[in-house]
C-alpha cells in the first residue's frame, strides 16, 4: 500500500524544466532577433552599464531552424561561460548558394550583473519556423 509499483520502477515526475516561447515577426531576420530578446529576457538578465562589449557571430546551416538554434545556443554560450549577454543585434541573413543559410551577426552587450535563470540548452522540440500571412512564427523550447 506504499504505492511503490515493482512491475514499473519509475514515475513521471511534473516539473518545469523547459521553457517555451512563441514568437512572430514580419521578416525572417525580425524572427531571429526577436528570438535572441525573447529568450535573453526570459533569463532575468540585468547587464552592467560599462564596459560595453561586441563580438561577432557567422554561421551556416542548410535550414533555418538550425541556424536559429545555433545562434541562441551562441548567445547562451556567452551567458554561460563568459558572464556576457547582448542587448542589440546588427544581422543580416543570407541564401547562399541557394541551399545554405547564412547569418552574420553583430553582438552588443555588457557583462551580466545579475541573472534569474540559466538556459542550460536550446532544444529542437517542435521547432518549426512557419511561414503565415503576417510573416514568419515559431515556438522554441529551451532546457532550463
Known amino acids: 500500500g506504499t504505492g511503490y509499483n515493482r512491475i514499473m ?7 518545469s524544466a523547459d521553457w517555451c516561447i512563441y514568437v512572430w515577426s514580419d521578416s525572417l531576420i525580425g524572427l531571429f532577433t526577436d528570438s535572441a530578446i525573447g529568450m535573453i529576457a526570459l533569463t532575468g538578465v540585468r547587464l552592467v552599464e560599462k564596459p560595453r562589449v561586441e563580438h561577432m557571430f557567422i554561421a551556416t546551416a542548410p535550414d533555418a531552424e538550425s541556424l536559429l538554434v545555433s545562434f541562441l545556443s551562441e548567445l547562451t554560450y556567452y551567458i554561460e561561460q563568459q558572464r556576457q549577454a547582448f542587448d542589440q543585434f546588427d544581422m543580416s541573413l543570407d541564401l547562399v548558394d541557394n541551399q545554405q543559410y547564412q547569418l552574420s551577426v553583430s553582438l552588443h552587450g555588457a557583462p551580466i550583473l545579475s541573472i534569474e535563470k540559466v538556459i542550460k540548452a536550446v532544444t529542437y522540440h517542435n521547432l518549426q519556423i512557419r511561414e503565415t500571412a503576417r510573416g514568419y512564427e515559431v515556438e522554441i523550447v529551451f532546457d532550463v
Open 9 to 15: 520502477p519509475f514515475e513521471e515526475l511534473h516539473h
